[in-house]
């Protein structure tokens, strides 16, 4: 294990339905990092917090709402999604230092939108 | 786009070979790094490649670093079934962020 665990596994909701993916590292980091993982796409990353203040976000549409309420913790609250967000979604968490190094990943959070 | 360039795509090689993998990157870099993913899982840190090292050694993997080129190289020695795996490069730029490519997988055959 990496030390980073990601809730659910898997996860199938409607377009109207709200749910929440959830990610805990137990590492000591101080960053985290949302990422989605599309088939033949590169990662595509979504969002990043630093010392819990979101510091990075790729223009993600409003309908994923990130949530970091402490280092540890970090949720993507869900709303009114499309088919084409289906994806694997990545949670990472690193230690920011001057340079930005290793990233370890949750075992992520399989989507599918109906 | 920023994104590092796996190639090839796809690799077949039996058990036993050897297995190379490219990257092309084209801004200036911190640091390259491989990662490993298996089917459905979260990526796995492989091994870290700082932009004034040439060469870096890990077990059974060998990372070549060519900035003058904006290329990378990782060599997985001897391969196993058990390497059968999606292998992506990132790069992480002077603004410091992260840039993954569309990875390259690799079917080992026993």
């Known amino acids: 294990e990496t030390g980073v665990t990601q809730t659910p596994r898997h996860l199938v909701m409607g377009m109207t339905n709200k749910k929440s993916l959830k990610c805990e590292q137990h590492l000591g980091h101080n960053a985290m990092y949302w990422y989605k993982q599309s088939a033949k796409k590169p990662l595509e990353l979504m969002f990043v917090y630093s010392l819990e203040e979101r510091v990075e976000n790729n223009s993600v549409p409003s309908r994923f709402s990130p949530e970091c309420p402490n280092s540890s913790h970090l949720f993507l609250h869900l709303h009114t999604l499309q088919p084409e967000d289906s994806a694997l979604y990545l949670c990472?968490?690193?230690?920011?230092?001057?340079?930005?190094?290793?990233?370890?990943f949750g075992s992520g959070t399989q989507l599918s939108v109906l | 786009s920023q994104q590092g360039e796996e190639d090839p795509q796809a690799l077949s090689i039996q058990e036993g070979e050897n297995a190379t993998m490219n990257c092309s990157y084209k801004t200036s870099i911190n640091n390259l790094q491989w990662y490993r993913q298996n089917s459905g899982r979260g990526l796995v840190h492989l091994i870290l490649i700082r932009s004034n090292e040439r060469e870096k050694h890990s077990g059974r993997l060998r990372v070549t670093l060519d900035t003058s080129k904006k290329s990378s190289s990782l060599l997985i020695t001897a391969s196993r079934a058990a390497d059968t795996a999606s292998y992506f490069c990132?790069?992480?730029?002077?603004?410091?962020?992260?840039?993954f490519g569309t990875g390259t997988s690799l079917t080992v055959i026993p």
């Open positions: 990132a790069t992480v730029n002077t603004g410091n962020q992260f840039y």
């Open positions: 990472a968490s690193s230690q920011e230092s001057p340079t930005r190094e290793k990233l370890f």
